[in-house]
């Protein structure tokens, strides 16, 4: 077992996700599906319990003290996502309901507004669906188009072809920080410097990094980012989409109703301010409330040992996979976040996901909404492991354990 196991207290870490203590199917639960959702600390399922036992209220504008409260607990949750990720200000920081809704809002408000024949939208062919529908959406309205970035057979992007394909008609380039699918990290400050040197924006899926290691959206000077609040060890439901001051200004509204409104009259109606401009009607209040609990409680931790940790459970993971006879990892690439993605040679990933579930232990197979990437490998999906910082290495062994039992009757 990795000596830098040592250095890092899980169990005590675990007891603080209730969740983990259980079985399923008569097995102490490994889960194993971090890219899917994250489990939820007791801190956030408290946050929760107490918004709607004590706070419950609709936001802003009421006139009593529930009001009040939940509205002050709503607006100090925005505070605590930009400083999580050091927006220059909270108005930076507009609530979606996950990253899907904010990679369309952007699409939608900015691609409307500035795109038009002949511009390009760059997409890496590493990217979830989220990444490449809303574009794509988009493009056939502007009669834009969509280029994919190639991606090489370890999964890492191709930055000479990358390179190649700016020039002045990319106004756009739609790029994960985290391949959800491979766990490939993508580099996002040379894409972002590059992209910009041909005046083009931005915009980074942060679905799949948000949770690994500390984000900093002016350092990486992108111009959109975008993540889920349950990816990050908070509830479903809530997501966040930050944006350079300038830009968001620029933009139309993305949605109409109440909140996003300053006056209202059949002779006209004018917009909010931001972040209020693109949030209409009733917010996920709680949503907002209880991810601000996962942050205070990721803030909580050492984090420059969390993400040791996960790199010690992938390069263990790896090492194991590497002996398994007939399994072939898929996504190679020299620099990869807590996830082994990976098919058995002459068995189904639904099967084997199937099995594992049987045993206890929780992976998910398939595409991924990766179908592009997918295509490229050649194969239907994979069995994919995620890991986070509550995994241990027990967990693997019993993964590869369950694995050689599946080899062994289906095989």
């Known amino acids: 077992m990795p000596a830098s196991h040592t250095n890092f207290d899980v169990a005590k870490v675990r007891a603080d996700f209730p969740i983990l203590n259980q079985l399923v199917n008569g097995h102490p639960l490994v889960y194993l599906d971090n890219a899917a959702t994250t489990q939820k600390p007791q801190a956030v399922i408290d ?6 036992t004590c706070d419950n209220s609709n936001v802003h504008r009421g006139a009593h003290t529930l009001s009040d409260r939940a509205t002050a607990k709503f607006e100090a949750a925005r505070k605590t996502v930009a400083a999580f990720i050091n927006a220059e200000s909270a108005s930076q920081i507009i609530w979606t309901r996950g990253s899907s809704e904010s990679i369309n809002l952007v699409a939608a408000s900015w691609g409307g507004a500035n795109l038009k024949s002949g511009d390009r939208i760059l997409v890496s062919a590493l990217e979830h669906h989220s990444n490449i529908v809303p574009w794509q959406m988009i493009a056939e309205k502007t009669c834009a188009s969509v280029v994919p970035i190639p991606v090489d057979e370890s999964g890492t992007i191709n930055m000479v072809a990358f390179s190649a394909l700016l020039d002045s008609r990319v106004k756009m380039v739609a790029v994960n920080q985290v391949s959800n699918a491979l766990g490939t990290i993508n580099p996002v400050e040379e894409i972002i410097r590059l992209a910009h040197s041909v005046g083009a924006k931005v915009l980074v899926d942060g679905a799949q990094a948000i949770a690994h290691w500390p984000v900093d959206v002016q350092a990486i000077n992108c111009d959109f980012y975008a993540f889920s609040g349950h990816k990050l060890f908070g509830p479903t439901g809530i997501g966040v989409l930050y944006g350079k001051r300038e830009l968001l200004e620029q933009m139309p509204p993305y949605q109409g109703g109440g909140e996003m409104i300053e006056t209202v009259s ?19 209040i709680a949503g907002a409330i209880g991810l601000a609990a996962a942050i205070d409680y990721l803030n909580s931790l050492d984090r420059v040992a969390l993400a040791a940790h996960e790199d010690a459970l992938l390069a263990y993971a790896t090492k194991k996979a590497l002996a398994v006879p007939g399994l072939k990892i898929i996504g190679t690439a020299q620099s990869k ?7 058995l040679e002459g068995i189904h990933p639904s099967d084997i996901g199937m099995l594992l579930d049987q045993q206890g232990i929780a992976v998910r197979t398939g595409h991924h909404c990766a179908q592009p990437l997918m295509e490229q490998y050649g194969i239907p999906g994979t069995v994919r492991a995620s ?24 095989l």
């Open 47 to 52: 946050a929760l319990v107490h918004y709607y």
């Open 266 to 284: 059949f002779d006209g109606t004018t917009y909010n301010q931001l972040p209020y401009k693109f949030e209409a009607g009733t917010p996920d």
């Open 337 to 343: 976040a807590a996830v082994l993605g990976f098919v």
């Open 387 to 410: 890991f986070s910082f509550y995994n241990t290495f027990d967990d693997i062994d019993r993964l590869f354990a369950a694995l050689e039992k599946v080899r062994q009757l289906l």
